[in-house]
């Protein structure tokens, strides 16, 4: 069983930059890919990013891609989700994920979707004032 924790997240102004983290304990990561989502009130979550533990392959969402990008500390077990030029869009509550069932060839269409992730973070608010 894999537990994870964020952290990071707060109040910026827009035009700012955030770095989220992701600790992740309790178990091996080595099939599992890490995600991060968002969530706002009365909205399904939304993907950002996604990196293949195994590999440090990544994939990022359209909509956030140029200015979020995740990467990863495999010594510490830590994922990131660095974020730049936030916009009070952004405002959110920011979740990690781990989906420890994807094998390698399947990873990437898998990392989208939040119904592939088995573990969850209990998330971390980010808000972006304008």
């Known amino acids: 069983q894999v537990q994870l924790a964020e952290s990071g997240g707060g109040l910026v102004q827009a035009g700012a930059s955030l770095k989220l983290s992701c600790t992740a304990s309790?178990?091996?990561?080595?099939?599992?890919?890490l995600g991060w989502f968002r969530q706002v009130p009365g909205k399904e979550r939304e993907f950002l990013a996604a990196?293949?533990?195994?590999?440090?392959?990544?994939r990022s969402a359209d909509s956030v891609s140029g200015r979020f990008s995740i990467s990863r500390d495999t010594g510490k077990k830590i994922i990131y989700l660095e974020m730049n030029s936030l916009k009070p869009e952004d405002t959110a509550v920011y979740y990690c994920?781990?989906?420890?069932?994807?094998?390698?060839?399947?990873?990437?269409?898998?990392?989208?979707?939040?119904?592939?992730?088995?573990?969850w973070g209990q998330g971390t608010q980010v808000t972006v004032s304008a």
């Open positions: 994920a781990a989906d420890v069932r994807a094998i390698l060839s399947a990873w990437y269409e898998r990392s989208p979707r939040r119904t592939s992730y088995d573990y």
């Open positions: 309790g178990g091996t990561l080595s099939r599992a890919t």
């Open positions: 990196l293949k533990w195994s590999t440090g392959s990544t």
